[in-house]
């Protein structure tokens, strides 16, 4: 099995600690920082914006891997782009022209990700599965750290894996919220390339030791 990426989601963090929790997770065995910005428009939360990712990017050493959960996501790519952001992922409910979105964030110099939310298809990712560098499939409904996973994502996981083989495309699979001990071997043996974990990492009593437990498991 190989050794999937791990991205803890800075929702679960602990806001009046930022810097802290960016240096936990810089000297942890975490590969990328898991960023959620919600309008609470396209989803019913709020969370946070460019100030504070602007503030995490100042801290943080690894890559920063931005999950927007925004209408018209088009607006701010390019804001996105001069804060730092490294991946800059969209939803495909929120995008009407993916396409372009897709090509907009490539030239702005980020990797292009496409999240889909648990009711949509895969098969809706075929036409265009070679311009994705990450498909974020969410595991529970956007908008809310600390859900359930459905269990369902596993057979979502196949199908894409099995259409990027098909396409001979690069994508990353990423897996999106309810990310626990007890998922994460599964989902990396049904394709999964970079695991999402928020409750799971920041509500443990030991959010590294709980970090290196995630990468080990997946690797035995
Ligand atoms: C949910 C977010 C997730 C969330 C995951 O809308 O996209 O990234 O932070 O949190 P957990 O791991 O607690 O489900
Ligand atoms: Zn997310």
Redesign the pocket.
């Known amino acids: 099995m190989t050794t999937p990426r791990i991205a803890p989601?800075l929702?679960?963090a602990d806001f009046a600690n930022l810097q802290r929790d960016c240096e936990l997770v810089n000297e942890s065995d975490a590969d990328w920082f898991?960023l959620?910005v919600?309008d609470g428009v396209f989803?019913p939360n709020i969370s946070f914006g460019m100030p504070v990712i602007k503030a995490i990017a100042q801290h943080a050493t690894k890559t920063l891997d931005v999950?927007l959960?925004i209408v018209d996501p088009d607006r701010y790519i390019q804001h996105f782009a001069d804060l730092g952001a490294h991946n800059l992922t969209v939803h495909y409910e929120a995008c009407t022209h993916l396409h372009r979105t897709l090509q907009a964030i490539k030239a702005a110099g980020m990797k292009a990700g496409v999240a889909l939310n648990p009711h949509t298809p895969i098969a809706q990712l075929s036409d265009i599965i070679k311009d994705v560098d990450l498909v974020c499939l969410?595991s529970?409904?956007?908008?809310?750290?600390?859900?359930s996973f459905i269990e369902n994502t596993y057979e979502k996981v196949k199908a894409l894996k099995t259409l990027i083989n098909e396409n001979k495309a690069s994508t990353l699979i990423e897996i999106?919220?309810?990310?626990t001990s007890k998922n994460a071997e599964a989902l990396v043996a049904a394709g999964a390339d970079v695991l999402?974990?928020?409750?799971?990492v920041f509500k443990s009593k030991d959010p590294k030791h709980t970090i290196a437990q995630l990468k080990e498991l997946v690797q035995s």
């Open positions: 989601s929702l679960a898991h959620d919600m989803v999950h959960m969410m529970v409904n956007p908008g809310f750290g600390g859900q999106d919220g309810g990310v999402v974990a928020g409750s799971f």
